[in-house]
């Protein structure tokens, strides 16, 4: 895909706005609609955009409209389906054929890890209900071989205890014995057993640190001669597998996977050539995601903004890790360019007395409310309504349920928590973490993210699961926060020098008088502590397996584009544009 090189019309009259010029009144931006026409915006709201207030200071789109809307990729034709689906055929006889536990636990894992576990729903749920892993007393005694089970059992959410690993302990129970500290295999599977643990849970707590002191220094000793091995452990260590969303890390995995002596062609023909269909599929979805936001010339009528279409689309192929949620994807790439839309109007642009107007018109949620406010915001106003309606108007439609008025309560909820920062900010509070945490949880937008997904993913709505959603469950909040805290580790270098309130790492530093570094750190510790609860309430909620996949795939995510503590979103950092360019634009060859 062409990268923009050349300033835009619409980059030409971003820069000039914030210069002032008048002429630009004479000028109109151009878009082009889902019939193909040039649809022109008229800019009355660009007209209203006055200087002298906060800039984002972020650069224009990567991608190019029209190169988007250009991409035909071959492998939407028959001949490659054709070839596909035979190959699952075969794979599905190797799974069933697998007799030996521990090879058909490293099938499973690999499948799920190169992204193609999904056309095996039905045969490995039979597997784990079969009666090799529905028995907990393993009698295994090889520590590999425990905690991948382990890890594999509670990823597909049986109750597995930890006590499995206490054979593993020394005699006075306090840590692991040392005679395993030279089993690299075993030490790097328990290492990534130890990322299912819940709260309290002490002997995968050791195991943890037990597993990352030694492998570490294995490393760091070159005593990994498997160069497969060791790609594998420096993989663990950036980030564990539990913490990996599926489909953007599939391309990595599959590179790893070609080059182990234990591959298996057919299994590697299929990740090869599925995830090559896969990408045709999200090319699909995002060109017509590219053009809804086309059509709703936000950007040119607020300029300031961050204009990321393919950005938020990327994000959901992390969330919505199922082919068929395709419609639930552009969805959720709406809700992530409209959050982002509301999240600049209030960090950037918009003036006190005007946000409050904002806040009281969401807060009323009616037509008329729209009257009172600027234009600027009048546009991002029925944005949002239209957007919340549309999607109730589905549900009630699909399903027989009103979430009008629990959707509406998401938006509330966020513009009355984005309404307290700027309150902050312009006030000059300095918030403790913990009063910061119990309102930024909720800023960073996961509740409209997860009140939609909830009406899109639950097939039959009922009560109790509305009600612990709209309650903000532990799995929401847990969810919701671990979005949060890599998010602050990500931006908030930036936010709090363009102006902003103190994020995460600085509440800590005044809070603590610790340095940045002692802030991050303590950071990090809260996003694993949130993961505890996460796994816990992971095993049992009120609420749909598709749901709960992904309010764990939305911090995951969070992981992913803010991984090494950069912006991979708003800043557009080359590590996350790799990947992203790699799931959805080239090609594998
Ligand atoms: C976070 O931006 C971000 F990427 C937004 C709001 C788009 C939607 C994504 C999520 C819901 C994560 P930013 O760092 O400006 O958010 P805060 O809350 O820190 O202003
Ligand atoms: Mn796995
Ligand atoms: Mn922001
Ligand atoms: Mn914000
Ligand atoms: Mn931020």
């Known amino acids: 895909i062409a990268q923009v090189a050349i300033p835009t019309q ?21 878009a082009t609609t889902h019939r193909g026409l040039r649809a022109r915006c008229s800019l009355q709201a660009a007209n209203e955009i ?63 890890r190169m992204g193609i576990s999904s056309h095996f729903d039905h045969e490995i749920a039979q597997i784990f209900n079969s009666k090799y892993f529905n028995n907990n007393e393993t009698g295994e005694r090889d520590l590999y ?75 760091v000793d070159h005593e990994i001669d498997d160069i497969n091995l060791l790609t594998s452990v420096e993989r663990a260590l950036e980030f564990p597998t539990h913490w990996r969303v599926q489909m953007p890390n599939a391309r990595s995995f599959i590179d790893a996977y070609k080059r182990r002596p234990d591959m298996n062609p057919v299994v590697l023909e299929l990740a090869k050539l599925d995830i090559n269909i896969v990408q045709a599929q999200f090319q699909q979805e995002l060109k017509e995601a590219s053009r809804w936001w086309n059509s709703t010339c936000l950007v040119q009528q607020l300029p300031f903004v961050r204009d990321r279409i393919v950005e938020c689309y990327y994000w959901t192929t992390g969330v919505l890790e199922r082919r068929q949620h395709g419609n639930e994807r552009i969805m959720l790439t709406k809700i992530f360019a ?33 009257n009172q406010l600027p234009p600027y915001m009048q546009i991002c106003y029925l944005a949002v309504f239209n957007f919340v309606n549309e999607t109730a108007y589905d549900t009630l439609k699909e399903k027989g349920f009103n979430s009008v008025p629990f959707l509406r309560k998401a938006w ?22 913990e009063e910061y945490i119990e309102n930024a949880w909720i800023s960073i937008g996961g509740i409209p993210i997860l009140s939609h997904l909830f009406f899109q993913l639950t097939d039959s709505i009922e009560e109790e699961a509305v009600e612990s959603m709209h309650k903000y469950h532990d799995i929401v909040r847990a969810s919701c926060t671990i979005l949060r805290l890599p998010d602050d580790l990500g931006t908030s ?55 709960v996949e992904a309010a764990a795939n939305l911090g995951r995510m969070a992981q992913c584009i803010y991984q090494h503590e950069r912006d991979g979103f708003g800043m557009q950092h080359s590590l996350v544009n790799k990947m992203l360019r790699g799931l959805l634009f080239d090609s594998y060859e």
């Open 10 to 30: 619409t980059n030409f009259l971003r820069n000039n706005l914030f210069h002032g010029f008048s002429k630009l009144r004479r000028f109109s931006a151009t």
């Open 50 to 112: 006055q200087t002298g207030r906060r800039t984002g200071g972020y650069q224009p789109t990567l991608w190019d409209f029209n190169s988007i809307q250009s991409f035909n990729s071959k492998y939407k034709e028959d001949v490659h389906l054709e070839r596909a689906a035979a190959l699952i055929e075969q794979v599905k006889m190797l799974l069933q054929e697998q007799v030996d536990d521990v090879r058909c636990l490293e099938l499973i894992d690999d499948l799920r």
């Open 145 to 219: 071989s425990t905690a991948l089970r382990f890890r594999l059992l509670r990823e597909h959410g049986f109750s597995v205890s930890q006590e499995v690993f206490d054979y593993f302990k020394n005699d006075n129970v306090t840590d692991f014995n040392p005679s395993f500290a030279h089993e690299t295999k075993g030490l790097l599977q328990l290492y990534e057993a130890s990322f299912l643990s819940a709260q309290g849970e002490e002997t995968l707590e050791i195991a943890r640190e037990f597993a990352r002191k030694f492998l570490e220094k294995r490393v």
């Open 338 to 370: 409209l959050v982002t839309t509301i999240d600049d109007v209030f960090d950037i642009y918009g003036t006190v007395e005007e946000l409050q107007q904002f806040t009281a018109a969401i807060q009323r949620w009616d037509i008329e409310s729209m």
């Open 412 to 433: 509330v909820d966020l513009v009355e928590s984005y309404l307290i920062e700027a309150d902050w900010y312009y006030n000059g509070h300095k918030p403790s973490l």
């Open 493 to 547: 270098l930036d936010e709090v020098e363009r102006g902003d309130v103190p994020k995460s790492v600085q509440c800590y530093m005044n809070e603590k008088n610790a340095s940045e570094e002692e802030a991050r750190e303590h950071v990090r510790s809260l996003i694993e502590q949130t993961w505890k609860t996460m796994n816990k309430e992971m095993m049992m909620s009120p609420f749909s397996k598709y749901f």
